[in-house]
């Protein structure tokens, strides 16, 4: 693949492995592939794969590191990767490409890894149909799909199986592969099309990842006239559609259902519930091993804006808390990171808290559709370590699930920076303690192996506090959805404030916010567990960031750091306008040989079109609440 980017895995990643003369023992399709990918670097970098006299052994031999797992020690002059599986072994040869040369300096103990969920999925929203709307992918900034194309398998999966590997590598383990609004040729994937689905499992296998299948929930209806969870004829179909999934694909992951939800069918037509609905696919899934992930993305699309008591915040914790213990055991309800929609912030969602006897998967959005749409430098990975750490803190998680941001775009993320993303994720869903810094660190030595210090000082300049910019120059103090309709890419200050998708900011003369408390509000803040309740309901504790997205207040309400409402709305969308021209600045200092002509100029065209988007949020925003407030800016900025 001579013309796409190599991402983090350049030949020169795996120099330190290549080098060296490398034992690889164990059996199975993993191992095999472990053998390649040192057979190919020793070949490159004047290694040899030996069976005796190694400097570096890789042996599938200890249980104790659990399943996937691994440990890596060095001791007489000899780094062992012994796994308790093919998978671990893979992932401890890659564990290796990260390390590099410091994995073969001084003797150091056993260190062992495990990874932090069992389960790591990408979800690919790609249809197999350009979509008239959506086109190839929904939600894509990164051109078309990597597996569909005009309504046909690619013929080419040569970069899928580069996909796969660069997914190995940072430790994702399944994928699903289709759009969960499933369309109607989509859900063909599942009956006449199933042999697609088998060639693209066999292309993960080797990587050690499973392939998954957005269904949909009706898909009984054509056969039978009805897709109710409860009619023995439904379940019997969906049994009989699994066995033969199984027989054409025996490592199939599981499903992925979006039902009842902006349109797509589910069990309330029936007067069913989600668990009918989730129990039905599970039971047939159950007898092959398999899961469905089940998202709680339910909430009422068809909303009147005058009604102040609805609140989309509050709806997946209304649908679901009362159903808690009433899914199968392999039901994973997946739920939104925020009670929103993957905005710049929000709070953790607090269902997460309140389905004790339920599995949850949380669901993050690699793909950047309300942080820049690969348009900005959004480094996620600051956001997402919050968002874990206080998910990790509320309950025990089964699983982490992404919305892919990859496309066949040569750099596969559109912008080559959030490549970082994609990485990132993987990164978190193996060890989700980890310093983002860290990880950014990681990327920039794998994909510019020997980066000089100006190389990656630019990098991190540019890119570990662009989300923290990113929300200055959009989103004040909790508030989101203050974009384009649609395509959701610019400011649209009141562009769903009067439509049935929901109400946001309620911003008037008098102030800004929407009122989740229980006193006076929708109630909201009382859905999150006594101890978080009470800060989200005092107006004087919830921490600033989040102040707008639980309280409505006056423009001269003061905040944690003596400044008013409309004052912090004034400064931090100039200083994030601001901050993206020193970005832009900075990368312009960058040598264009340090990343290659057509990465350097990639990223500056997108600088420039940051640099312009972000002086568009900074003067409507701005403008919007001047206009409301009446209030000028204290330092005199020109305010259109």
């Known amino acids: 693949m001579t013309d796409v980017h190599p991402a983090w895995l350049p030949p020169a990643a795996l120099r330190a492995i290549g080098s060296r003369r490398v034992s690889v023992r164990g059996d199975g399709l993993l191992v095999r592939t472990v053998i390649a990918e040192v057979a190919q670097a020793c070949g490159r970098y004047g290694g040899a794969v030996v069976s005796d006299g190694a400097d570096l052994v890789l042996t599938v031999s200890t249980p104790a590191c659990g399943p996937e797992g691994f440990a890596v020690s060095r001791d007489g002059g000899v780094t062992t990767i012994a796994a308790a599986d093919p998978a671990g072994l893979l992932y401890g040869l890659f564990h290796l490409a990260r390390l590099g040369e410091a994995a073969f300096g001084d003797p150091f103990p056993p260190e062992v890894h495990r990874p932090g969920y069992a389960r790591r999925m990408l979800d690919h929203w790609d249809n197999v149909a350009v979509h008239p709307v959506m086109g190839q992918v929904e939600r894509g900034y990164s051109g078309g799909s990597l597996f569909w194309h005009d309504g046909a398998l690619r013929e080419d999966l040569g970069r899928v199986t580069g996909y796969a590997r660069?997914?190995?590598?940072c430790g994702i383990n399944a994928v699903t592969v289709n759009n969960v609004n499933v369309h109607?040729?989509?859900?063909?994937?599942?009956?006449?099309?199933?042999?697609?689905?088998?060639?693209?499992?066999?292309?993960?296998?080797?990587?050690?990842?499973?392939?998954?299948?957005?269904?949909?929930?009706?898909?009984?209806?054509?056969?039978?006239?009805?897709?109710?969870?409860?009619?023995?004829?439904?379940?019997?179909?969906?049994?009989?559609?699994?066995?033969?999934?199984?027989?054409?694909?025996?490592?199939?992951?599981?499903?992925?259902?979006?039902?009842?939800?902006?349109?797509?069918?589910?069990?309330?037509?029936?007067?069913?519930?989600?668990?009918?609905?989730?129990?039905?696919?599970?039971?047939?899934?159950?007898?092959?091993?398999?899961?469905?992930?089940?998202?709680?993305?339910?909430?009422d699309h068809r909303q009147d804006w005058r009604d102040r008591r609805t609140d989309r915040a509050r709806a997946a914790h209304d649908h679901f808390v009362p159903l808690d213990g009433r899914f199968l055991d392999n039901v994973v309800l997946q739920v939104k990171h925020g009670p929103i929609d993957f905005q710049p912030r929000e709070p953790v969602s607090p269902l997460i808290a309140a389905?004790?006897?339920?599995?949850?998967?949380?669901?993050?959005?690699?793909?950047?559709?309300?942080?820049?749409?690969?348009?900005?430098?959004?480094?996620?990975?600051?956001?997402?370590?919050?968002?874990?750490?206080?998910?990790?803190?509320?309950?025990?998680?089964?699983?982490?699930?992404?919305?892919?941001?990859?496309?066949?775009?040569?750099?596969?993320?559109?912008?080559?920076?959030?490549?970082?993303?994609?990485?990132?994720?993987?990164?978190?869903?193996?060890?989700?303690?980890?310093?983002?810094?860290?990880?950014?660190?990681?990327?920039?030595?794998?994909?510019?192996?020997?980066?000089?210090?100006?190389?990656?000082?630019?990098?991190?300049?540019?890119?570990?506090?662009?989300?923290?910019?990113?929300?200055?120059?959009?989103?004040?103090?909790?508030?989101?959805?203050?974009?384009?309709?649609?395509?959701?890419?610019?400011?649209?200050?009141?562009?769903?404030?009067?439509?049935?998708?929901?109400?946001?900011?309620?911003?008037?003369?008098?102030?800004?916010?929407?009122?989740?408390?229980?006193?006076?509000?929708?109630?909201?803040?009382?859905?999150?567990?006594?101890?978080?309740?009470?800060?989200?309901?005092?107006?004087?504790?919830?921490?600033?960031?989040?102040?707008?997205?639980?309280?409505?207040?006056?423009?001269?309400?003061?905040?944690?750091?003596?400044?008013?409402?409309?004052?912090?709305?004034?400064?931090?969308?100039?200083?994030?306008?601001?901050?993206?021209?020193a970005m832009r600045d900075r990368w312009a200092r960058l040598p264009a040989a340090s990343v290659g002509p057509a990465f350097a100029a990639r990223v500056s065209a997108l600088l420039d079109e940051q640099v312009r988007s972000a002086a568009e949020w900074r003067d409507q925003i701005n403008a919007y609440f001047y206009r409301k407030s009446g209030v000028r800016d204290a330092h005199g900025r020109r305010i259109p």
């Not at 439509?499 to 909201?524: K, L, S």
């Open 166 to 169: 660069l997914l190995a590598a």
């Open 355 to 581: 389905v004790p006897a339920t599995n949850v998967a949380v669901e993050l959005q690699v793909t950047q559709e309300y942080t820049g749409q690969q348009r900005h430098v959004c480094y996620l990975a600051p956001m997402w370590s919050e968002v874990l750490r206080c998910a990790r803190g509320m309950a025990a998680l089964d699983g982490l699930a992404g919305v892919s941001n990859a496309g066949d775009d040569p750099f596969w993320t559109g912008h080559p920076l959030a490549q970082a993303n994609l990485y990132a994720f993987g990164r978190l869903a193996w060890a989700p303690d980890l310093d983002p810094v860290a990880i950014l660190d990681e990327w920039i030595g794998l994909t510019f192996p020997g980066a000089p210090d100006e190389l990656r000082e630019t990098l991190h300049a540019v890119m570990d506090d662009s989300w923290r910019t990113y929300e200055a120059y959009t989103a004040p103090l909790g508030v989101g959805f203050m974009v384009r309709p649609g395509h959701h890419y610019g400011p649209d200050v009141d562009g769903y404030e009067y439509t049935p998708w929901g109400t946001y900011h309620f911003a008037d003369r008098d102030g800004v916010g929407v009122d989740r408390t229980c006193a006076t509000g929708t109630g909201f803040a009382g859905q999150y567990p006594p101890a978080l309740a009470r800060v989200y309901e005092s107006v004087y504790d919830c921490p600033d960031e989040l102040l707008l997205f639980f309280h409505h207040v006056p423009y001269g309400h003061i905040l944690h750091d003596g400044g008013t409402v409309i004052q912090h709305i004034y400064d931090t969308h100039f200083a994030g306008a601001g901050a993206v021209v």
């Open 184 to 299: 109607a040729t989509e859900a063909r994937l599942l009956t006449d099309r199933l042999g697609d689905v088998a060639t693209l499992a066999g292309v993960f296998r080797p990587y050690g990842i499973r392939v998954h299948l957005s269904v949909n929930f009706a898909a009984p209806r054509d056969d039978l006239g009805t897709a109710d969870p409860l009619d023995p004829r439904v379940r019997a179909w969906w049994a009989l559609a699994t066995d033969a999934v199984y027989a054409a694909i025996p490592d199939f992951g599981g499903y992925v259902v979006k039902a009842d939800s902006e349109g797509q069918p589910g069990p309330f037509a029936y007067g069913r519930t989600h668990a009918d609905g989730a129990n039905v696919l599970a039971a047939a899934l159950a007898p092959h091993g398999g899961v469905v992930h089940w998202r709680a993305f339910v909430y």
